[in-house]
């Protein structure tokens, strides 16, 4: 079994993460590159600050997916609200056009959806552990 595996002062670990956010309502606000643009760029400067990296990012016209690599020590909530947080403010102060499809001026939805992805399936680890002292 081969990992990518990444490593800290104390740590050798494997962490990926599939992150999604959708806009309140599923309102359409990205209709156009340049916002999309705008909302990769955002993305991947918050994601520096973290130390986290960015593997993918696409969107489709009312949310985005992201897949990234992160430390143990990140503070996911915190990395994710941050997200939210800048993207939704900067977004509607370069992009004022938004604020018509928002109501209340609330761009994200509160909720997300965040799972970690494996470099190996499930049944692989299970095996692994199983064959453990067998050899």
């Given at each position: 079994?081969k990992y990518?595996?990444?490593?800290?002062?104390?740590?050798?670990?494997?962490?990926?993460?599939?992150?999604?956010?959708?806009?309140?309502?599923?309102k359409?606000?990205?209709?156009?590159?340049?916002?999309?643009?705008?909302?990769?760029?955002?993305?991947?400067?918050?994601?520096?600050?973290?130390?986290?990296?960015?593997?993918?990012?696409?969107?489709?016209?009312?949310?985005?997916?992201?897949?990234?690599?992160?430390?143990?020590?990140?503070?996911?909530?915190?990395?994710?609200?941050?997200?939210?947080?800048?993207?939704?403010?900067?977004?509607?102060?370069n992009?004022?056009?938004?604020?018509?499809?928002?109501?209340?001026?609330?761009?994200?939805?509160?909720?997300?959806?965040?799972?970690?992805?494996?470099?190996?399936?499930?049944?692989?680890?299970?095996?692994?552990?199983?064959?453990?002292?067998?050899?």
């Amino acid at each position: 079994m081969k990992y990518k595996l990444d490593k800290g002062a104390h740590s050798v670990y494997a962490l990926q993460y599939h992150f999604v956010q959708v806009v309140k309502y599923r309102k359409e606000v990205f209709e156009n590159h340049e916002i999309i643009d705008f909302l990769k760029q955002k993305v991947r400067e918050i994601s520096e600050r973290f130390e986290v990296n960015v593997l993918n990012i696409e969107c489709d016209k009312d949310h985005f997916h992201m897949i990234f690599k992160a430390k143990p020590t990140l503070d996911i909530p915190k990395y994710i609200n941050a997200i939210k947080t800048i993207t939704s403010r900067e977004i509607q102060r370069n992009f004022p056009e938004v604020k018509t499809k928002l109501w209340k001026g609330i761009f994200w939805s509160p909720s997300y959806f965040l799972a970690t992805t494996g470099q190996v399936t499930l049944d692989v680890l299970k095996k692994y552990v199983e064959d453990q002292g067998h050899a």
